[in-house]
């Protein structure tokens, strides 16, 4: 999938600057896509000049005039051809952590801690994710419950990306856990068997 498909998705919500679609990547779209602000704009420069997006300049009294992009006809059609290509792409995982907690066992007890380190970060990063989706997913509930929000929504897309997001990173919050819990216990282990054997009597 090409970033520009991202950027159309999101601009289904409605025209916004590339400051929003910033912001927004980074609330919500950041479930399942990641980008820079500054690949989003060289993205949209280029959007334009195909055709896809179009903008229109906001004159702003005490800050610097800003561009709103909003999708064109032609921008429609390449994303609605672009649901209805071919199945998409398995997912590919490329995760650093995993090839260093694959290797824990080769190493001794202040490695161990390196690993376990790595791993407790990805819990908060985690963490933090959750709650934040979880902040827009009441949002776009609105008091409702989920079988009201889907009979009336306009659009439901958002919220199921928001759900998979969330699946995700409670998995991540989950496994981490569980890994730090071994982890710990591997490092007390090696510690044990590394002591002089004074220490361990």
């Not at 679609?21 to 420069?45: C, D, H, I």
């Not at 334009?48 to 006809?73: C, D, I, M």
């Not at 066992?105 to 970060?121: F, H, P, T």
């Amino acid at each position: 999938m090409a970033l520009r498909n991202a950027v159309m998705a999101a601009l289904l919500e409605g025209e916004a600057s590339g400051y929003d679609l910033a912001k927004g990547f980074e609330a919500s779209v950041a479930n399942f896509w990641m980008a820079t602000p500054q690949q989003l704009y060289r993205e949209l420069e280029r959007m334009e000049g195909e055709g896809l997006v179009s903008a229109r300049v906001v004159h702003q009294e005490r800050r610097p005039n800003k561009r709103l992009f909003s999708l064109t006809e032609a921008g429609y059609e390449v994303l609605r051809d672009y649901v209805l290509d071919a199945p998409a792409k398995p997912l590919a995982i490329r995760d650093e952590l995993m090839v260093r907690v694959q290797c824990v066992d080769i190493a001794d007890a202040e490695a161990v801690d390196a690993v376990r380190a790595a791993v407790a970060e990805r819990v908060e990063r985690a963490t933090v994710k959750v709650a934040r989706y979880e902040r827009l997913r009441e949002r776009l509930l609105d008091g409702r419950d989920e079988d009201e929000f889907f009979a009336r929504a306009e659009r439901i897309g958002p919220y199921l990306t928001l759900l998979g997001g969330l699946a995700l990173e409670r998995a991540n919050v989950q496994w981490g856990e569980a890994a730090l819990r071994r982890l710990d216990g591997r490092a007390r282990t090696l510690r044990r068997s590394q002591a002089p054997a004074d220490a361990r009597r």
